[in-house]
């Protein structure tokens, strides 16, 4: 509550390991991680972190992102499902179907939705994905097979870059100014290492 200088510890009341967390508010977030069994769970608060509360998702999965607008909350992960839905801030989770990724063994890894209707998931070895109904369809946007996304972030519908590395592992930050449709790929030489996360752009 002051930037930084102190901090509380907030029982979770689970064992997971997490992995992201996303607030629609000062009080309302969620929080999404690794499990080592089926019916994987997520955490869900309305008082700001004081008190969480366990979501059932009935899939076993292990989730690596989450994002919400409003009561709308999409994550994204592996397991047998990839990515599930809510439209009633977690009371109810529905798998989301999205196409396999043209490299086996890629692993989504990122997820943002700009509006209600455009959306965007990303991960390693080629793997971007869009969808402009919801998430009811999807579409691959061409990215080099040889890029691996960790995560992303869009400012607007168009603009928008994902953090993440080439498969020389040589750090990289790749950018679209066109939804997609164009990417440019920023970062190189020695001393670079992975980008794990990226939450903003200026």
């Known amino acids: 509550q002051d930037g ?8 979770s009341g689970t064992e997971q390991q997490f992995e992201k967390v996303f607030f629609i508010d000062q009080d309302q977030g969620w929080v999404v991680g690794r499990a ?5 769970e997520i955490l869900h608060t309305i008082d ?7 979501q059932k998702t009935n899939v076993d999965s292990h989730f690596v992102d989450v994002q919400c607008i409003d009561q709308n909350c999409w994550t994204i992960g592996s397991g047998k499902v990839a990515m599930i839905q809510t439209i009633d801030g977690g009371l109810t989770w529905q ?29 390693s070895r080629g793997m971007a994905l869009k969808t402009i109904d919801g998430g009811l ?8 097979s040889r890029w691996s996304f960790n995560d992303i972030f869009f400012i607007d519908e168009n603009v928008g870059c994902g953090a993440g590395y080439t498969g020389g592992r ?6 679209t100014a066109d939804g997609g449709t164009t990417w440019k790929a920023w970062g190189e030489g020695s001393g670079m290492y992975f980008f794990y996360g990226i939450t903003g752009r200026s």
Not at 4 to 11: D, K, L, R, Y
Not at 97 to 117: C, H, L, M, R, W
């Open 48 to 54: 700001g972190g004081v008190t969480w509360e366990k």
């Open 95 to 123: 798998p989301v179907t999205i196409p396999k990724n043209k490299e086996s063994y890629s692993t989504a890894n990122g997820i943002q939705f700009v509006t209600f209707d455009i959306g965007y998931v990303v991960g």
């Open 170 to 175: 040589a750090g990289r930050i790749f950018c």
């Open 137 to 144: 369809t999807w579409s691959y946007l061409p990215v080099d």
């Open 4 to 11: 930084g200088t102190s901090w509380i510890s907030q029982p």
């Open 36 to 40: 080592g069994y089926a019916g994987n």
